[in-house]
């Protein structure tokens, strides 16, 4: 499985570069200080290019999947078709009639993490229907979190993140107890959990899931900012889960592009290339 921390190229939609030219001015001068390859992705439709790029499993399988998220049914508009841009960058993929989102699958070397929100946007199969394909196509077993649906995404990548070995960091889930709850219970069955937490008070509870929505790479770790107290609190338990990254690890201020509804790892789709 091609995780996160085996990537060394990153892209962006072409129109951060146009709609937040402060925030992938600081984002890309760190990726270049830490020597790592980075491009815009032209013919999108939105930033959240996550979403719509297929999910690297190995060095030449990519998995496309259908892209037709229900958040987005009444604004089709802004659905893209990656096909042209993959013809551009020469790449193949393996395809699936299965509708996914890439923010809901998070890569671990032998497991995947999704949330319940892929059965309900493939309901027209069978939920043991859904769970076989996605095993068939990913190669390992897939840890299913409930959905919370008052977040309409439904996506894993605000929730955790893998970390190395049997390890998982889980955001501070303040929407709901409930939900806290239930996504640590069921993570500890398969990993070994380490929650964040905030000691501030008062707390802006609504940005502190975005810090879980980091973007990594082999070389690198870029950590949401919000110019908020919470913002050296998530910076130091992150260096804190990831001591391999020591003096890899940078914060980018990303106020600009939360209030649109995703994080650094949503604008980002980052792959293993080996002609470098």
Known sequence: MVTDNLTNTVYFSELTRKDFPNVMDDLCGKLRKHGVEHGFLLHTKDYWCRDYMPIQVKESQYIRYLYSPDYLMDKRAYITNPDKTLAELDILTLKTNLILDGGNVIKCPHKVIMT??????????????????????????????????????????????????????????????????????????????????????????????????????????????????????????????????HGRIESVNTSDIIHHGGGLNCISWNIYKSNR
């Open 116 to 245: 319940e929100k892929v059965f309900y946007e493939n309901k027209h199969l069978r939920k043991n229907e859904v769970i076989s394909a996605l095993e068939q196509l990913f190669g390992c077993e897939i840890v299913f979190l409930p959905w919370d649906r008052t977040e309409i995404y439904g996506h894993a990548d605000g929730i955790v993140r893998w970390i190395k070995g049997n390890s998982v960091l889980l955001t501070a889930y303040e929407e709901s107890y409930y939900f806290s709850r239930k996504f640590r219970e069921i993570l500890q069955r398969h990993f070994d959990v380490i929650p964040m937490k905030y000691t501030t008070r008062p707390r802006n509870r609504q940005l502190t899931w975005a810090y879980i929505n980091f973007l990594q790479t082999k070389n690198l770790i870029v950590v949401p900012a919000f110019n908020i107290q919470e913002d050296e609190q998530a910076l130091q338990q992150i260096e804190n889960a990831f001591p391999d990254y």
